[in-house]
C-alpha cells in the first residue's frame, strides 16, 4: 500500500520538472509558477528556456537594419541617418541585429556564426558587384546571447552618381539558413 502513495507524488515531480517541460506552454507555466513560489531566479532561467525553444524554431531574421551616421557602441542603440544620399567616397554605414541564427556546441562552450555577402544593385535591382563573404562573425558564448549587433560599413567608391541599392545576404553558418536586406541609396 505504501508504494502506491509515492506514486502521485513522483507523478507530480516528473511533470513538474525540466524534463517535463519540452514544449513552450509547459516552460511558460514552469515561469509562472517559480514566480508565484518567489523563486525569480528560477523564473528568469525558465523564461531564457522559453526564449530559446522559440528561437531554435526561427530561421536567421533581421529584426533591425537601419542606415546610421555613426557606428554603434551598443546594442539597440543607433541613430538613423537623416536621408540615404551619399557624398563621393563617403562611407555607407549600416546597423543590424540579427535573431534566429543557430547555437553550435564545442569543447569549450556554444558559439554562433554569421556570414554575410554584398552586392551592388541597379536601381531596378540587377547586381553591378559583389563581394562573397564581405563579413564574418563568430561569437563564442557560455549561454546562448539573444542581443546580438554589426555595425557595416559598405565603401561604394568608385560608382558614378546615381541610385542604386545594397543588398546583404546575411547567412547562419550553423544552421544553414539565409535571409537578406536591401537599403536604397543615391551617390552624388
Known amino acids: ?11 507530480a515531480l516528473v ?18 509558477q517559480l514566480s508565484k513560489d518567489n523563486k525569480p531566479l528560477e523564473s528568469v ?15 536567421l531574421t533581421i529584426k533591425e537594419a537601419a542606415l546610421v551616421s555613426a557606428k554603434s557602441a ?16 563617403e562611407p555607407v554605414l549600416i546597423y543590424v541585429e540579427p535573431v534566429g541564427y543557430n547555437f553550435a556546441r564545442d ?19 540587377k547586381v553591378l558587384a559583389g563581394q562573397r563573404d564581405f563579413g564574418q562573425w563568430t561569437m563564442a558564448c557560455g549561454e546562448p546571447i539573444f542581443e546580438f549587433y554589426m555595425n557595416l560599413t559598405v565603401n561604394v ?6 541610385e542604386y541599392g545594397i543588398e546583404i545576404v546575411f ?6 539558413s539565409q535571409t537578406s536586406i536591401r537599403k536604397a541609396i543615391v551617390v552624388r
Open 157 to 162: 567608391s568608385g560608382v558614378p552618381a546615381g
Open 15 to 32: 511533470w513538474a520538472g525540466p524534463a517535463a517541460a519540452d514544449d513552450l506552454t509547459g516552460i511558460l507555466t514552469q515561469a509562472v
Open 107 to 125: 569543447a569549450d562552450g556554444l558559439n554562433f556564426k554569421i556570414a554575410c555577402d554584398l552586392n551592388l544593385l541597379s536601381k531596378d535591382g
Open 74 to 89: 551598443q546594442y539597440g542603440q543607433f541613430k538613423p541617418r537623416a536621408d540615404n544620399v551619399y557624398g563621393y567616397g
Open 45 to 59: 532561467a525558465a523564461l531564457r528556456r522559453a526564449i530559446t525553444y522559440v528561437w531554435d524554431r526561427m530561421p
Open 171 to 176: 547567412r547562419d553558418l550553423n544552421g544553414g
Open 1 to 11: 500500500m505504501k508504494r502506491w502513495l509515492w506514486l502521485p507524488v513522483l507523478t
